[in-house]
């Protein structure tokens, strides 16, 4: 019984140890300083940009990360997507509604599945469309393959369309594609009209599939200042320096809840998560690695947070000290603002 006991002793120190850690760190003061000092000791992060009030009230770069450099925003990009696709619903181009089969009639054609071309818009902007996931231990097959569109129609039917959650970039390219075909604009042209010209936006890179559609989900490459005007521009439901850019009831649904995540406390939008932090609901874009950009409504407030990618793995151990961050320095330097 010694050795237990023994345990206990030690787990109970420790316990303690990290209680009074935590309202020494509690009884501190707040400040900018403390809060970038904070987010430097988290090896991976690259960038942190606190705006409120639409007024940028801190920035930094840690580890000879550029404020310049367009960097990867890994699956941030389907929020991206989320946003072009409410611009075309908003001109009438695409409607939620239509399916699958709509889009892709030759190969329904050729594969007849009446649950899979009755799948809708809305069912792919909420990662509810059923199919198997392209990502994970598919995302290299799926990458390397011929025909990224064939290859997730393709992928067997996991559960009902409007179910839950299937979490896949396969999805979110299918909606760059009906993008593309829908409005006769490739996505990046259709994006830099319509989206990126006017927030004075310009894309470093974008990765295209093998029939040369913009990959949609992942790999486009943004600055930590432009991953901030789109967070300001959602905050502000749509509105950008004056002009409406995509509609306020678009940036409502997208805030909405559709599904939940598999894997992580947080529920899903139109390619938005959102969770609460402290006692704020936070609303945000995530990518792979530690790429966020997060939006406080009732602070008013967004902060973008981007990570190196060079340790970054599939255990995302990233996450938590990034909400720590936020929940524990940045939220309470807004809210005593």
């Known amino acids: 019984m010694r050795i237990p006991l023994l345990r206990f002793g030690l787990l109970s120190l420790?316990?303690?140890?990290?209680?009074?850690?935590?309202?020494?760190?509690?009884?501190?003061p707040v400040t900018l300083e403390r809060t970038f000092k904070e987010a430097e000791s988290i090896r991976s992060l690259r960038s942190v940009l606190i705006q409120q009030d639409g007024e940028l009230i801190g920035e930094e770069y840690f580890r000879n990360a550029s404020a310049d450099y367009p960097y990867n925003i890994k699956s941030a990009s389907k929020s991206v997507i989320s946003l072009l696709v409410g611009i075309a619903v908003d001109q009438?181009?695409?409607?939620?509604?239509?399916?699958?089969?709509?889009?892709?009639?030759?190969?329904?054609?050729?594969?007849?599945?009446p649950e899979k071309a009755s799948i809708t818009i809305r069912n792919l902007l909420s990662?509810?469309?059923g199919l198997e996931t392209t990502s994970f231990y598919n995302y290299g097959a799926w990458v390397i393959s011929d025909d990224w569109?064939?290859?997730?129609?393709?992928?067997?039917?996991?559960?009902?369309?409007?179910g839950k959650m299937v979490y896949s970039t396969g999805t979110s390219h299918l909606l760059s594609v009906i993008l593309t075909k829908a409005t006769g604009m490739s996505t990046k042209a259709f994006a830099?009209?319509?989206?990126?010209?006017?927030?004075?936006?310009?894309?470093?890179?974008?990765?295209?599939?093998?029939?040369?559609?913009?990959?949609?989900?992942?790999?486009?490459?943004?600055?930590?200042?432009?991953?901030?005007?789109?967070?300001?521009?959602?905050?502000?439901?749509?509105?950008?320096?004056?002009?409406?850019?995509?509609?306020?009831?678009?940036v409502r649904d997208s805030f909405g809840t559709y599904t939940r995540s598999n894997f992580n406390p947080y529920d899903y939008g139109y390619m938005w998560w959102n969770r609460t932090v402290g006692n704020y609901r936070v609303y945000f874009a995530w990518g792979f690695g530690g790429q966020y950009v997060f939006m406080i409504p009732?602070?008013?407030?967004?902060?973008?947070?981007?990570?190196?990618?060079?340790?970054?793995?599939?255990?995302?151990?990233?996450?938590?000290?990034i909400f720590e961050l936020l929940?524990?320095?940045?939220?309470p330097l807004l809210a005593q603002n």
């Open 127 to 129: 990662m509810q469309s």
């Open 149 to 162: 569109v064939e290859f997730q129609l393709d992928q067997p039917m996991e559960e009902e369309p409007g």
């Open 192 to 250: 830099e009209e319509y989206l990126f010209d006017p927030l004075n936006i310009n894309v470093g890179g974008w990765d295209r599939d093998p029939q040369g559609y913009y990959m949609g989900g992942n790999n486009l490459a943004l600055t930590p200042q432009d991953l901030l005007k789109i967070g300001q521009l959602m905050l502000n439901g749509g509105d950008y320096a004056g002009q409406q850019i995509v509609s306020d009831e678009w």
């Open 14 to 28: 420790l316990i303690l140890s990290f209680c009074e850690l935590q309202a020494q760190s509690a009884s501190q």
């Open 327 to 331: 929940e524990y320095q940045i939220i």
């Open 92 to 113: 009438g181009e695409i409607s939620l509604d239509e399916t699958l089969n709509d889009y892709f009639p030759d190969y329904f054609e050729s594969n007849p599945n």
């Open 298 to 321: 009732e602070l008013d407030s967004v902060v973008v947070m981007t990570s190196f990618l060079n340790n970054a793995t599939q255990r995302r151990s990233y996450k938590e000290p």
